[in-house]
């Protein structure tokens, strides 16, 4: 399974609540905003993962160079 990026979830998101408020049926539009709003949700929490991954990495490579020296 390839992981998505928190682009990609935003992407996904958007085009879900663009559907939510396009829907002809006025009864599926709540339920079609709450999937729209729980993609963008995890966006938000994806980025966070990509902050901290990216992080992790950058200490790990000033760790390297500091060790080196």
Do not use: F
């Not at 049926?25 to 949700?41: F, G, I, K, M, S």
């Not at 929490?45 to 950058?58: G, N, T, Y």
């Amino acid at each position: 399974m390839a992981l998505r990026t928190s682009a990609e979830y935003h992407d996904m998101g958007e085009r879900k609540m663009a559907e939510a408020m396009s829907a002809s049926d006025p009864l599926l539009q709540p339920e079609l905003r709450a999937v729209a709003l729980a993609w963008l949700e995890l966006a938000e929490q994806v980025e966070e993962l990509e902050i901290v991954k990216q992080a992790k990495a950058d200490l790990a490579t000033l760790a390297a160079r500091a060790k080196g020296k």
